[in-house]
């Protein structure tokens, strides 16, 4: 017999590959000691194959492969605790826009929690694998799967010359004639 686990609903938005854009709700375990509850984000990265999501007017219940799902946005009275913990350990967040396999594309900041001072983007997204990462466009949260990413486009925000390194290194004697 299984342990029951109390749940919680929260209203999402999500785009899946096979049948396009869906409401619904998503089911988090809610912590039965109070201190720790589960995040739409955590919940999307554990090592579990389907989600649980409500949907339709007589709520039933559908398991959604989550390999499957591209992205997904919280409803607007969703709070961003329930979405994802920033924590307090170190992060950045990085302009970038972001075309799906589907062919859509998004933009916004990807936040990323730094593993190392000199992280770059492309570090933190060649570690993601079947993982979701926070795109935040405003006040608006997006979850994307690593998976479901094509193709990413970023600013260059750190400040680094455009031009090649030889044409930086100008002799002295030239640049004094």
Known sequence: MDHYIPKRRLSITYWCADSGVADG?????????GSR???????LNSPSRFIAVAS???GRIELINRTRLLRLVPGPEVLQSDVFTR???PSR????EVWLT????VSGRVWMPLE???????????????????LLRGREVQLVNGVA?????????????LTTHGSRMVPEALASS
Not at 149 to 161: F, I, N, Q
């Open 25 to 33: 709700q998503i089911f988090l375990d809610l912590d039965p000691s």
């Open 37 to 43: 509850h589960q995040t739409i984000l955590a919940k």
């Open 56 to 58: 339709g007017p007589d």
């Open 87 to 89: 924590g307090f350990a």
């Open 93 to 96: 967040e990085e302009d970038a």
């Open 102 to 105: 589907d062919g859509s594309s």
């Open 116 to 134: 190392r001072p000199t992280q770059r983007i492309s570090d933190f997204m060649n570690q993601r694998g079947h993982e979701f990462f926070v």
């Open 149 to 161: 990413v094509a193709r990413m486009a970023v600013t260059e925000s750190v400040g680094a010359p």
